[in-house]
Each structure stands twice: as C-alpha cells, then as structure tokens.
C-alpha cells in the first residue's frame, strides 16, 4: 500500500510539472523582433535583439533637416492583468531590469532619407542586451520613449509627434536542450503594439519598433513696390519673430533667391540654440533686408511654430503696407510686437503658424509723387509762337482800325 502511495504521488508531480512546462514552453507565436520565427525554429535563444525607430518627415520633404536630439527608449516591468492567469506571468517586482536603449541624433543623421510609395521617413537601430534570466516564465516590459535634456528633464520636441501607440515587450523564458542534451534557458523576445491585457487583439499585431513624425515647412518673404516712383532695388528692413511652446532643436536656414530664381549669396544658418525661452515661449527674432528683386526663403521651421512679420517704419517715404500671406489679405491689428515701431505701424504685421509645405508672405508698399502742374517746358516754343500769331493779328488789326478811323 505504502509503495502504491509513493507511486500515486510520484504521477501527480509528473503531471503538474509537464503541465506547466507544457505551458509556458510554447513560444509566442509568429515573427518576433528579429525575425526569427518563433513557430519554426521555436526556441533560439536572443541575448539581445535590435530595436528599430522610423522617423517620417512630413511638409518640406526637400529641404527639412531632423532635429538634434536623442531619443530615449525605456523598458518598464508591466503587470499584465487581461490574459490567463497561470504561475508563469511575472509580476513586475520578480522581472530583471532592462536598460534603456539611446537612439542619438547622430544615429539619425547618418541614415539616408527613403521615398517609398510618396513616404519619406529614415529607419534607424539600436542593439538592446537582455539580462539574465533565472526562472522560466512570461516578461512583460512596457516600451515608451522620451527626450531628454542634459539635465536629464524630460521635453516635447517643436515639429515631432512621438508614436500614439503603447508597445508593450515579450520574454519568453523557456527550458530548452542544448547541443548536449543539456537543459538551458532560452529567451524568446516579441514586440506588440496593442496592450496584452486584450489577449483577443495582442497575440496578431507585432512589431519591430516605433514610429514618430517630423513636420516641417518654409517661411518665404517677398515684397512689391507700386507707385510711380517705386525704386525695385531700395532695400526695407523687416522683423521675423518666431515662437514655440516646445523646445525648438531645429537648425534653420535662410537664403536670398532673386527673380531668375537663382542664390544670392551663399545660405545662413540659424543654429537651434538661438532660441531664447522668454515668458514661457520659446522666441527666435531676425532682422533682414529684402528688395523687390529678391525674396527671402526660411527653411526647417518645425510645425506648430508661430511666426509674425512686420516691416520697419517707411512711412515718411510709403503708405501703410499691405500684407498677404498665401494670396489671402492677413492685416490684422495687434498689441504687443517685438521692436519700436511708429503708431501706425506696430499695429500692421502678418500672423502665422506652420503647419504645412510652405507660407508666401508679400509686403507691397506704395509710394506716388505729385506731378508739378503748370507749364511745361517742352511747349514752350510753340506757346511763344501761338502768343506772337495772336499778338500780330492784334496790332494788325489796331492799325488797319485807325487808319480807316483817319480816313
């Protein structure tokens, strides 16, 4: 009976052992992060995997420049409540900590910029090492990521719309045997974009990686002068103040672009730490100096970022200017500008924000002179012969009047 006892007990914890390692030993199903297919090779050990971030450039797809800032990817330990429970879920005070991943600018810099189907985007990656597993189960890391500075404080990025989705990561911990027939522990890794808690959607959706957005567009300037004096080539000062609620990590240019649409002078760079935080807002002001044979052009200003341009005070020479902007007319009366302007003329600008390829901003200015009535010189000649014609009729007429009188 003792023996049959022993027996008995000894089938049960066979059981529940191959049960559980029948369960947690079942890889997740599909392509994982490196592409190796968890179906078919099943449990290839990962001590690391490679972690890819696509970066799309939106609006000026010609000229526009990624900003300069290092992206951070962070892996928290998450506690998955929606799936199954079983023993082999860790909670997230039992899970090894992964490091961070740095996705650099110089990272982003050197990858070359892709077109595909219309799409303009740069792929970069990063090579994220696994820590060292002790138990067999199932990992679930949170992914997010985040900017920061050298104080290591967190900030948005003017222009950049980080990934909307959560990503969560998978390790699988399984036993496995190796080319000794000895037992080891084997990591599996998976990336996925829905939340695992919704175990009806999560399993199917996965991913290598993140995707985030840069937008950005121009700013070009141009001016017309009207009237009958107008001098085409009379250089006007005009005022451009830029503004951002984020952090601006841009470099932008501007160039001099004539009327045959050729560089006049070579490009100047506005480097991202010109950008001076000031009530709140983060400001760029420049002063430049435009004809009507040249236009100005801006080029890499993040989306969201509000610009106001207003030309210097001209009006001892020049009517009040009008301001269009895109072909629409934009005056529009304002209270606080950045420069000392005359009465008149700190309440004329126009106002934008970016949000797309590009904003036209036209200054037309008018200046007329007042034509000097009376006579003109060219006429005198025959004026003087008219008054002589007249004058000889009259005497010709006086003397052939007496001498009839006399007769």
Do not use: C
Not at 360 to 379: F, S
């Amino acid at each position: 009976m003792k023996k049959q006892w022993i027996a008995i007990i000894s089938l049960v914890l066979m059981l529940s052992m191959s049960l559980s390692f029948a369960f947690v030993a079942k890889a997740d199903e599909g392509t994982n992060i490196d592409g190796y297919n968890t179906t078919d090779n099943g449990t290839k050990d990962m001590p690391s995997f490679t972690f890819v971030k696509t970066f799309e450039l939106l609006g000026d797809t010609t000229n526009g420049v990624f900003p300069n800032e290092d992206f951070i990817i962070h892996f928290t330990p998450y506690e998955v409540s929606g799936l199954p429970t079983h023993s082999s879920i860790k909670e997230p005070a039992d899970m090894p900590k992964i490091s961070d991943a740095k996705i650099t600018s110089d990272n982003i810099k050197g990858e070359p910029l892709q077109n595909v189907n219309g799409k303009y985007f740069k792929q970069m990656s990063v090579v994220v090492t696994l820590p060292t597993y002790t138990e067999i189960g199932d990992y679930w890391y949170k992914v997010s990521e985040s900017v920061r500075d050298e104080n290591g404080d967190t900030h948005d990025v003017a222009g950049v719309t980080h990934d909307p989705n959560n990503y969560y990561l998978h390790v699988q911990v399984v036993k496995v045997k190796d080319a000794d027939n000895n037992e080891t522990l084997s990591r599996l890794v998976t990336l996925h974009k829905p939340d695992p808690d919704n175990q009806d959607t999560y399993i199917n959706a996965k991913t290598n990686g993140v995707t985030n957005i840069y937008g950005n567009g121009q700013i070009i300037i141009k001016k017309v002068v009207n009237g009958n004096i107008a001098d085409e080539n009379r250089p006007f000062n005009v005022d451009v103040v830029m503004t951002s609620d984020s952090p601006v990590s841009s470099d932008i240019t501007y160039k001099f672009i004539n009327k045959a649409n050729a560089q006049v002078g070579d490009p100047v760079e506005i480097e991202h730490t010109e950008w001076k935080l000031e009530n709140g807002a983060y400001t760029l002001s420049k002063t430049i100096e435009i004809t009507a044979n040249t236009r100005v052009e801006f080029y890499n200003v993040p989306y969201g970022v509000e610009y106001t341009v207003m030309e210097e005070d001209y009006s001892s020479s020049f009517k009040v200017p009008t301001y269009n902007i895109n072909t629409e007319n934009m005056n529009e009366q304002g209270d606080t500008i950045v420069g000392s302007h005359s009465a008149v003329w700190k309440e004329k600008y126009v106002k934008g924000t970016i949000s797309d390829w590009e904003d036209t901003i036209t200054i037309i200015n008018t200046t007329d002179a007042t034509i000097d009535v009376g006579v003109i010189i060219d006429n005198m000649p025959y004026i003087a012969i008219m008054i002589f014609a007249v004058g000889a009729v009259v005497v010709f007429v006086a003397v052939r009047h007496r001498k009839k009188k006399d007769d």
